[in-house]
């Protein structure tokens, strides 16, 4: 079969994980029980060994979707021949009678529901589900059951999907169909169950179906922001909602592993874990949608993940204990045949010291958000866990590190790094001005090297013969990169250098509207696609510098780039507009909350007419 673009998959999932639905209905994408589980449907990945859940419609002739507003539930409706019917995917997850200080907010059934539904004519089709456990390393023993009911187990062990409809069930080869013929006013369900004592509940689908539209209702309608991109942030804002964790609290980077940067190339990477960098971005994202309860989630993930209380902080953790080694599946033979297919990530062994910066940030906007009136678990030991995260930043100053892009070659003095620990002391202190968590001598010691170090980066980060603040100290390279620690306040957004940074990185990074990451060699034979965060980085760099005519329009073709259903991977071909790397990517749905949120206030600051400096603790 041929590939389907990246930009065909919407994204359902239950806050324990997530499944990726294609243009035509095929369910190509799901991990069980978790995020980081090994997948049971794989065709994304590869489109002979992989499992599906795929419908098949006679004489199919048009296909539109949407997402159900304010909710994850895909709406998809097809036009055959003879009639029309709307599909509805979900993962059901019911509103909880009271929601408890810490935990879950909803309860996740561990289910997926797929209900069609004929709103014209008569259409015949069939619903065939093929899992692939464990990476399609293992194969599936199919077993009908006395209840109607088929059970799919992987070969060997008790794991193992229950499928269940309310139509009769068959098993042919090393899959299961479910066949329907459907007039006006008619449905026909099918139901996937993970665990072996779920019998699916066919029968009370469609008042799931409700329960959850609640759940997801409720949920957005705690969304502070009515800006004019209302649409996008609240679409971004779910999908980030889905790349957490709620039994653990933990927030991951993107729904999927190995999807390819580049086409041709090697730069396929497992992001179903919890970075620090990219998990503070997103809580600072929630916070400035007035989600305050999943960043005190994070919080909670951090305290049970790592019991030193910032002494070890690491850079990334899996959702149940440390990330797996990286492993290459070679049986597949990835998207569109670009392999390496990886699980794990190697990258975990780094040392990328910006992560202290980005937790303090995101530690600020919580305490912000909560008038520094935090939970008792937060406030007992934060004198403790800032103590050892301005400990290690002071540690670390002049160490050279493997930075924000992970670059597998050698360590340098990388300038957003040294930016982000200038930004790490600078919340500190903002922090400690609040609350009484460290003495006034070693608050003004924080205050001294904050200062030190910002001198330094200014005057070594500066390359006269670039005309722009490069990517390490000496080099000549120019970095997308730079332009976070502006958005942080490392720099003005209004200095003459930062001008000539930003006209640089447009000029010599920028295709378009579009920005790459670098463009210096890093190991990898082929170059990556631009880098879709970066773009709207340049957004809340012109609205910080008062450049809102220029931003503005920026912003809303950026949108633009999306797909249909508003959803991005992390970066897309400048030549073809194509999708490109893991999708949903939370980086680059948290940078479009930022960004509006940014955007907004620069609209309100201008309104204002106010002479004051603009510093808006929005995020990146």
Avoid at 86 to 101: C, R, S, Y
Avoid at 164 to 172: Q, R, T, Y
Avoid at 176 to 189: M, T, Y
Avoid at 208 to 218: K, Q, V
Wanted: contains cysteine; aromatic residues 8%.
């Amino acid at each position: 079969m041929t590939d389907r673009p990246i930009e065909d998959y919407a994204v359902i999932g239950d806050t324990c994980t997530t499944a990726l639905v294609a243009r035509d209905g095929s369910i190509d994408w799901l991990c069980w029980p978790c995020h980081d589980s090994p997948a049971v449907f794989l065709r994304l990945l590869d489109g002979d060994r992989g499992g599906f859940c795929d419908l098949v419609l006679d004489s199919l002739r048009e296909t539109q979707r949407r997402y159900r507003p304010g909710t994850t539930i895909l709406e998809t409706t097809f036009v055959t021949a003879t009639g029309r019917v709307t599909l509805t995917d979900f993962m059901p997850l019911h509103p909880l009678a009271a929601v408890p200080d810490e935990g879950p907010d909803g309860d996740p059934r561990g289910r997926i529901v797929r209900l069609v539904s004929c709103e014209a004519g008569a259409v015949a089709g069939r619903f065939r589900v093929r899992p692939t456990f464990d990476y399609a390393r293992d194969g599936a023993s199919l077993e009908a059951q006395d209840d109607g009911t088929v059970l799919c187990r992987r070969l060997g062990e008790a794991e193992g999907v229950r499928v269940a409809a309310s139509v009769p069930l068959a098993v042919a080869g090393d899959r299961v169909e479910a066949a329907f013929r459907l007039r006006a006013g008619e449905g026909a369900s099918l139901v996937l169950a993970h665990r072996e004592d779920d019998d699916g509940d066919v029968e009370n689908a469609a008042a799931s179906l409700t329960a959850t539209e609640t759940y997801w209702e409720e949920w957005s309608g705690r969304c502070t922001y009515d800006g004019p991109h209302r649409d996008s942030v609240l679409r971004s804002a779910l999908v980030l909602k889905l790349l957490t964790h709620a039994p653990s609290g933990g927030i991951i980077a993107a729904a999927t592993t190995s999807l390819p940067e580049a086409v041709p190339g090697t730069r396929n990477f497992d992001y179903r874990y919890v970075w620090m960098r990219d998990a503070s971005f997103t809580v600072t994202a929630f916070v400035n949608l007035g989600y305050v309860r999943e960043a005190a989630e994070f919080l909670r993930f951090l305290r049970d993940a790592d019991g030193t209380r910032g002494r070890d902080l690491k850079l990334m953790y899996g959702i149940n204990g440390r990330v797996p080694a990286e492993e290459i599946l070679d049986h597949l033979r990835g998207w569109r045949g670009v392999s390496p297919v990886r699980i794990g990530n190697a990258a975990s062994g780094q040392h990328q010291y910006d992560i202290y910066g980005e937790f303090l940030v995101a530690l600020h906007a919580f305490l912000d958000a909560v008038d520094y009136d935090p939970p008792v678990k937060v406030n007992d030991h934060l004198a403790e866990v800032l103590g050892h995260l301005t400990d290690h930043v002071i540690r670390c100053r002049h160490e050279p590190d493997h930075g924000i892009w992970e670059l597998r070659g050698g360590t340098r003095q990388i300038l957003h790094t040294k930016g982000m620990l200038w930004v790490a002391l600078d919340r500190a202190v903002q922090i400690a001005e609040a609350v009484p968590v460290a003495s006034p001598e070693r608050v003004e010691e924080w205050r001294r090297i904050a200062a030190e170090i910002r001198a330094e980066y200014h005057e070594t980060g500066w390359n006269s013969q670039v005309g722009a603040y490069t990517q390490a100290y000496g080099s000549d390279d120019l970095d997308a990169a730079v332009l976070r620690t502006v958005l942080f306040g490392a720099f003005d957004p209004r200095s003459p250098r930062v001008a000539a940074t930003l006209a640089a990185v447009s000029a010599g990074l920028g295709d378009g509207d579009l920005i790459y990451r670098y463009r210096n060699a890093d190991g990898f034979a082929h170059p990556e696609a631009t880098f879709s965060a970066c773009a709207f980085w340049r957004v809340g760099c012109l609205a910080l510098a008062g450049r809102t005519h220029e931003a503005e329009p920026l912003f809303a073709r950026l949108l633009a780039r999306g797909n249909d259903l508003g959803l991005f991977a992390e970066e897309i071909d400048a030549r073809s507009g194509e999708q490109r790397g893991n999708v949903p990517q939370g980086f680059t749905h948290m940078a479009i909350i930022n960004h509006a949120v940014r955007l907004d206030r620069a609209a309100r600051h201008a309104q204002a007419r106010t002479d004051e400096p603009c510093r808006w603790a929005a995020g990146a």
